[in-house]
Structure formats: C-alpha cells, structure tokens
T-cell receptor, first 116, second 113 residues
Framework: AQSVSQHNHHVILSEAASLELGCNYS??????LFWYVQYPGQHLQLLLK??????LVKGIKGFEAEFIKSKFSFNLRKPSVQWSDTAEYFC??????????????FGTGTRLTIIP | KAGVTQTPRYLIKTRGQQVTLSCSPI?????VSWYQQTPGQGLQFLFE???????NKGNFPGRFSGRQFSNSRSEMNVSTLELGDSALYLC????????????FGNGTRLTVT
C-alpha cells in the first residue's frame, strides 16, 4: 500500500536556525507532491506543491522543497526560521495512474516549535 | 471568496449514537474529500465525492458513509459511534482535477463518551 513517511515527529529549533523536514513516499511512478501547514488554531493550508519540471520548488513564507526521485523524497527546507513558523507540517502525495490522479495520502505530520 | 465551511464545529456524542457532519465547499469546487485527523495518525482518508458520486474510499468500516448533493455540499455520517471515533474530521474541496490543491475547512471536533 502506498504510504508517506515523516520521520521527525517533533522538531524544536531556535529562531534563525535552518530547517529541514524529511518526507519519503513508498511508491514509484509519477507523483504529485505537496506540503501543507497547520498553524495553531487554523485550518490546513497549502505551503507548496510539485507537479513537474524544476525539482526545487518555492512556496510561501520562504519555504522550499526539493524532489529527489531516486530517493523518493520531498524534503522541506527553510534557511532561517521565525517564531511564526511554529505549526504542524504535513507532507502529501498522490500518484498519477492510467486512470488519473489517485487520492491524496498524507504523512503523520511534524510538529515544529520555534523558540524565540 | 468564502472558504470551506464545516458544521458543527464541536460535537459530543455517546457510544452507540450516530452523527452527521456537514461540509460546504468553495464555490465552483466539485470535489469534496473527508479526512479523519488524530494525534499520531495524521490525516486518514475517508472518502472523496465528485458530482454526487463517490470517487474513492479509504479503509474505514461501513459505519462511515457520506454523500454529496447536486450543489456539491457534502455530508458524512457515522453510525454506532465508538470511543475510537473521537477525532477531528476535516473536509476539503478542490476543482475536478486531483492535481488541484485541497482547500480545507476548520473541521468538526467529535468527542465520543
């Protein structure tokens, strides 16, 4: 069965530190990749997405992610985090099959806490 | 443009009861998906509806069901509630193409006692 793994369950960083959150998926073929963020008390919202083309994609608020097909990974990065980045981050993947795009599968999420 | 609206925001039910949750998608979005969110499990896919038809279903028991109306509004029903059904239930809407990002509502927090 397809799965999405986020190995970091809780990450604690100081402001201005660099961030990298891991995301790996288990199936081959062509995929669409997403990162969603859930700020405290708010709904999930899209941070960035990859469909095709340049494997390095840039999203909102200075976040970027790199798709490495050979490693089945789509890690999220930010060079310098801010206190306002405190949130839960979810990686999501859907596979493109002969019948169209399949359902979106989410990882279990990574809680990021930024210490001022 | 109004976002995805879910009602009610909070529900407390007892074991054995049934519950119906409602979701109004963003205007123009024809696909509605439902997810169950619990600590440690992340978001578990329940089902997806498109044009009043269930397009995909996750690995949940038959107690979980849903439907979509002609105006794209969707309802989710859980019968014979169990303690383990306590969770945040999220609805998300998108355009017909599954490559379109999901837009989530604030969710319905269900507590089963």
């Amino acid at each position: 069965a397809q799965s999405v793994s986020q190995h970091n369950h809780h990450v604690i960083l100081s402001e201005a530190a660099s961030l990298e959150l891991g995301c790996n998926y288990s199936y081959g073929g062509t995929v669409n990749l997403f990162w969603y963020v859930q700020y405290p008390g708010q709904h999930l919202q899209l941070l960035l997405k990859y469909f095709s083309g340049d494997p390095l994609v840039k999203g909102i608020k200075g976040f970027e992610a790199e798709f490495i097909k050979s490693k089945f990974s789509f890690n999220l990065r930010k060079p310098s985090v801010q206190w306002s980045d405190t949130a839960e981050y979810f990686c999501a993947v859907n596979r493109i099959s002969n019948f169209g795009n399949e359902k979106l599968t989410f990882g279990t999420g990574t809680r990021l806490t930024i210490i001022p | 443009k109004a976002g995805v609206t879910q009602t009610p925001r909070y529900l407390i039910k007892t074991r054995g009861q049934q519950v119906t949750l409602s979701c109004s998608p963003i205007s123009g979005h024809r696909s509605v998906s439902w997810y169950q969110q619990t600590p440690g499990q992340g978001l578990q896919f329940l089902f997806e509806y498109f044009s009043e038809t269930q397009r995909n279903k996750g690995n949940f028991p038959g107690r979980f069901s849903g439907r979509q109306f002609s105006n794209s509004r969707s309802e989710m029903n859980v019968s014979t509630l169990e303690l383990g059904d306590s969770a945040l239930y999220l609805c998300a809407s998108s355009h017909a193409d599954r490559a379109s990002p999901l837009h989530f509502g604030n969710g319905t927090r269900l507590t089963v006692t």
